[in-house]
């Protein structure tokens, strides 16, 4: 797994939560959970360990790599002291989930762009993503999908996957009840 500094993690998460807090709502849309649960799920991608969604005790375990992060970039063993977020997990379970979350890191926050769309929602857009860019639900797809209008405003450019949170089963939704809309990409 490639490790990519600790100070990076913790900047990350610091530009990602004022952010959200400058730009989503206490409520987050859809109902049903606050914006600091949408939070935690977003940076996750609302999975841990192959379970999706993420259980509760992953919003501890997320603080956890925040306040312990030059430790495990540099070494990622199970804490010495039991941490909160691991009072009910075995070692190995506990184990497993550092693993996963130091995976999370490297593989969504490198590579994609922490958002909040107008309507509130947070998610993890590709790289270049620009105001004015749409995210979308193909039939059929669960993940939603980047798209930029053309010059013209008639066609699209698909831009690439991203996440959404709010926009995969089991979560509050934010699509269903909308009415479909045929698009044109280029």
């Excluded at 606050?34 to 919003?59: I, K, N």
């Excluded at 009910?88 to 762009?113: F, K």
Aim: proline share 9%.
């Amino acid at each position: 797994m490639m490790s990519w500094g600790a100070n990076m993690q913790r900047e990350v998460m610091d530009a990602t939560r004022a952010c959200a807090e400058a730009h989503a709502p206490e409520r987050y849309p859809g109902g049903g959970i606050s914006r600091a649960e949408a939070y935690w799920r977003t940076m996750v991608m609302d999975r841990l360990s192959g379970q999706t969604p993420a259980p509760p005790e992953t919003e501890d375990i997320l603080a956890m790599v925040y306040e312990m992060s030059p430790q495990l970039v540099a070494n990622p063993p199970p804490p010495k002291k039991k941490h909160k977020a691991f009072q009910d997990m075995s070692r190995e379970r506990g184990q497993q989930a550092i693993n996963s979350m130091m995976e999370t890191t490297s593989r969504v926050w490198v590579p994609y762009t922490f958002v909040v769309l107008q309507s509130g929602y947070m998610g993890w857009a590709p790289p270049g993503v620009q105001a004015g860019d749409v995210f979308c639900l193909f039939d059929g797809c669960i993940v939603p999908f980047l798209i930029r209008p053309t010059e013209s405003g008639d066609t699209y450019t698909l831009w690439g996957d991203g996440y959404v949170h709010g926009f995969l089963p089991g979560q509050e939704s934010g699509h269903e009840g909308r009415p479909k809309q045929w698009l044109t990409l280029v």
